[in-house]
């Protein structure tokens, strides 16, 4: 899940949907101290703004089932969920089910996962959680949070990716992009994923929660990059308090936009269709970059 936020991004730059681009903004914001139901409006307004600008937000891993959402979510530790989704289709192919994973000879594994990265690491990783499921769940994905986090490897952050997108349960995924953004929009100082979390969830309704994970990820990797925030394109500059801590220029904000906002392919190399009538082009296959 992480990203490779030192890719420049190239070519012409793409709508951002952006009401609020260009607007000025929130720097009087922040030095008034704000009310905790004036946080919340606005909290909320970020979240009505960036569910329009991506109406197609979406789980950025392919997978067709809960068994491989667990393990691409464990195999995007490290790296890019592109990388993850190019390196998956041979081993679901190969192992189709927990129980071929866990009997599987731990080198051949290890081959199909060398462009993750950390292979080794890896394939002991994602044996020993198929293992797991074999032995305790009956080869099947538990749908709790408390048994999911039972699992070797599998932490609340992955159990609530696994929750909110194949089981329809709501959870906030807390991940670099979600606590650089928050911390941003003075939603909380917290630095503990803990914590904010838990600081989020008396935000918003629960019904929001997997989608706020998604709107908010989906920006962080798009607009609101951790070194070059494009604030000169970005659609809730008007409601950021840190409106200004990146390129201001509309023109050379747009040249930073990544992904769909900057013309160029996702990370998924099957996207939902409401990413493709959006716009939004696959990724390409690994080796075809
Ligand atoms: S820091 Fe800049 S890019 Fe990020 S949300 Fe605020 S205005 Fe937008």
Known sequence: ?????????????????????????????????????????????????????????????????????????????????????????????????????????????????????????????????????????????????????????????????VLGNAFGRPGITVDTHFMRLVRRWRWTEASEPEKIEAEMSTLFPKRDWTMLSHYVIFHGRRICHARKPACGACPIADLCPAYGEGETDPEKAKKLLKYEKGGFPGQRLKPPQSYLDHGGIPAPPLGKE
């Not at 068994?67 to 192992?95: C, E, G, H, W």
Request: proline letters at 8%; zero cysteines.
């Open 1 to 161: 899940m992480a990203d490779d936020e030192t890719r420049e991004p190239a070519g012409t730059a793409g709508k951002t949907g952006a009401k609020g681009a260009g607007r000025k903004p929130a720097a009087r914001r922040a030095a008034k101290p704000e009310s905790r139901v004036a946080l919340v409006r606005r909290a909320r307004r970020i979240y009505r703004e960036l569910a329009e600008v991506y109406p197609y937000a979406h789980p950025e891993l392919d997978f067709e089932n809960p068994y491989q959402l667990l393990v691409a979510t464990v195999l995007s530790a490290q790296t890019t969920d592109l990388r993850v989704n190019q390196t998956t289709p041979a081993l679901f192919a190969k192992y189709p089910t927990p129980e071929d994973l866990a009997t599987a000879n731990p080198e051949e594994v290890e081959e199909i996962l060398r462009p993750t990265g950390f292979f080794r690491a890896k394939t002991r990783s994602v044996m020993g959680l198929s293992k797991a499921l074999v032995e305790q769940f009956g080869g099947e994905v538990p749908g709790k949070l408390e048994e999911l986090v039972k699992l070797p490897g599998v932490g609340r952050k992955t159990a609530f990716v």
